[in-house]
C-alpha cells in the first residue's frame, strides 16, 4: 500500500526544527508533519556521544511507530552521529549536516565559516562534510557555542532575554567574521536561524546559510521521485510532541510562524 498519506516526521533537541517545520510547510504544504522536540534534555550539544545516541533514538522509534514516510534529522548534533541511529527507522533520513554542506558546495566561496554547538563543533563533522565536496579549495573555520541554542529556545519574543541571544552572538561570532574575515557563515544549529534577524542586524554583510531551506528542497526531491507526495488538495497538518513543556511550544510555534498547528502534546522523556 502506498506510504502517500503517511506524515513526514521532524525531529530535534527542542525548537530549533520549527525553523526546518516551515520551510517544508512553506515547500510542501500539503504533507501531514510530525514533529518531536526533546526539551527535557535540550541542549543536547553539551551531552557525551553516548547519551546523544541514546536519546536520538528514542525519538526516531517514536518516528517509526508512527510510520513517517521520510525523517529529517532537523538537529545538526544528531545529524553527527545519525549512522549510529539510522537502523532505528525504516524510512530514508534526510539530516541538517549534509544538507548544509551540499548548500554550501553550490557557492563561490573560499572561507567559510561554521556556528554550531560544541558537540557539533568538537566532531569536525561540518568540515569533514563540506571539504569532501569541494577537496581543493575551501578553508572551513568552527566554532562550539555553549549556550546559544539554550539562550534562543527559552528567549524568543523576549526583548532581555534577546539582549541576551545578541550578547552572545557578539561573543561567540564576531572572531570569524571581523578578524578571520569568514565569506559566508553556516548555521550549524537549527535554533539559530530562528534569530536570523539579530544575526542579520549585528553582521549586515554577512551571507547566512540556513540548511533547512536545503533540506526542504532534498525531501521534495525524494517524495517525488519516489512518488510520495501528498496531493489531497486540503492543507496539511502539524502535531507536535514534546518532552518539555507544552505550553512554551505552542508559544514558540506562534512565534515561529508555523501553520496548521493542530496539537501540542505532552510525551514523557528518557531517562538518562
Ligand atoms: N538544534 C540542535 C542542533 O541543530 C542543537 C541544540 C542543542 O544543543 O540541543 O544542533
Same mark, same amino acid.
Given at each position: 500500500?502506498?506510504?502517500?498519506?503517511?506524515?513526514?516526521?521532524?525531529?530535534?533537541?527542542g525548537?530549533?526544527?520549527?525553523?526546518?517545520?516551515?520551510q517544508?510547510?512553506?515547500?510542501?504544504?500539503?504533507?501531514?508533519?510530525?514533529?518531536?522536540?526533546?526539551?527535557?534534555?535540550?541542549?543536547?550539544?553539551?551531552?557525551s556521544?553516548?547519551?546523544?545516541?541514546?536519546?536520538?533514538?528514542?525519538?526516531?522509534?517514536?518516528?517509526?511507530?508512527?510510520?513517517?514516510?521520510?525523517?529529517?534529522?532537523?538537529?545538526?548534533?544528531?545529524?553527527?552521529?545519525?549512522?549510529?541511529?539510522?537502523?532505528?527507522?525504516s524510512?530514508?533520513?534526510?539530516?541538517?549536516?549534509?544538507?548544509?554542506?551540499?548548500a554550501?558546495?553550490?557557492?563561490?566561496?573560499?572561507?567559510?565559516?561554521?556556528?554550531?554547538?560544541?558537540?557539533?563543533?568538537?566532531?569536525?563533522?561540518?568540515?569533514?562534510?563540506?571539504?569532501?565536496?569541494?577537496?581543493?579549495?575551501?578553508?572551513?573555520?568552527?566554532? *562550539?557555542? !555553549?549556550?546559544?541554542?539554550?539562550? $534562543? @529556545?527559552? #528567549? +524568543? *519574543?523576549? !526583548?532581555?532575554?534577546?539582549?541576551? $541571544? @545578541?550578547? #552572545? +552572538?557578539?561573543?561567540?561570532?564576531?572572531?570569524?567574521?571581523?578578524?578571520?574575515?569568514?565569506?559566508?557563515?553556516?548555521?550549524?544549529?537549527?535554533?539559530?536561524?530562528?534569530?536570523?534577524?539579530?544575526?542579520?542586524?549585528?553582521?549586515?554583510?554577512?551571507?547566512?546559510?540556513d540548511?533547512?531551506?536545503?533540506?526542504?528542497?532534498?525531501?521534495?526531491?525524494?517524495?517525488e521521485?519516489?512518488?510520495?507526495?501528498?496531493?489531497?488538495?486540503?492543507?496539511?497538518?502539524?502535531?507536535?510532541?514534546?518532552?518539555?513543556?507544552?505550553?512554551e511550544?505552542?508559544?514558540?510555534?506562534?512565534?515561529t510562524?508555523?501553520?496548521?498547528?493542530?496539537?501540542?502534546?505532552?510525551?514523557?522523556?528518557?531517562?538518562?
Amino acid at each position: 500500500m502506498s506510504r502517500r498519506n503517511n506524515p513526514v516526521g521532524i525531529l530535534d533537541s527542542g525548537i530549533g526544527g520549527f525553523s526546518v517545520v516551515k520551510q517544508v510547510q512553506h515547500l510542501l504544504p500539503e504533507e501531514d508533519i510530525i514533529y518531536f522536540g526533546d526539551g527535557a534534555h535540550i541542549p543536547y550539544g553539551n551531552h557525551s556521544e553516548q547519551i546523544i545516541v541514546a536519546m536520538a533514538r528514542y525519538m526516531f522509534e517514536f518516528m517509526e511507530r508512527r510510520q513517517v514516510k521520510a525523517l529529517l534529522v532537523a538537529c545538526n548534533t544528531i545529524s553527527c552521529v545519525v549512522d549510529q541511529c539510522r537502523d532505528a527507522v525504516s524510512c530514508p533520513t534526510i539530516n541538517a549536516v549534509q544538507a548544509g554542506a551540499d548548500a554550501v558546495s553550490g557557492l563561490n566561496v573560499e572561507k567559510v565559516g561554521v556556528i554550531s554547538t560544541v558537540f557539533t563543533h568538537n566532531s569536525r563533522c561540518y568540515p569533514q562534510r563540506i571539504q569532501e565536496k569541494n577537496p581543493q579549495k575551501m578553508v572551513v573555520l568552527s566554532c *562550539g557555542c !555553549p549556550d546559544l541554542a539554550r539562550l $534562543v @529556545e527559552h #528567549n +524568543l *519574543g523576549n !526583548p532581555e532575554g534577546m539582549a541576551e $541571544v @545578541e550578547e #552572545n +552572538l557578539h561573543k561567540e561570532l564576531d572572531h570569524m567574521v571581523l578578524v578571520d574575515r569568514i565569506q559566508c557563515c553556516v548555521l550549524g544549529c537549527t535554533h539559530y536561524p530562528l534569530v536570523m534577524d539579530s544575526i542579520r542586524k549585528l553582521y549586515p554583510d554577512l551571507s547566512l546559510i540556513d540548511p533547512a531551506q536545503q533540506m526542504a528542497l532534498e525531501l521534495k526531491g525524494y517524495l517525488e521521485r519516489e512518488k510520495l507526495e501528498r496531493n489531497s488538495g486540503v492543507p496539511g497538518r502539524l502535531s507536535i510532541y514534546t518532552t518539555g513543556d507544552v505550553a512554551e511550544y505552542a508559544l514558540r510555534a506562534q512565534q515561529t510562524g508555523l501553520e496548521r498547528v493542530e496539537v501540542v502534546t505532552p510525551y514523557p522523556a528518557m531517562e538518562i
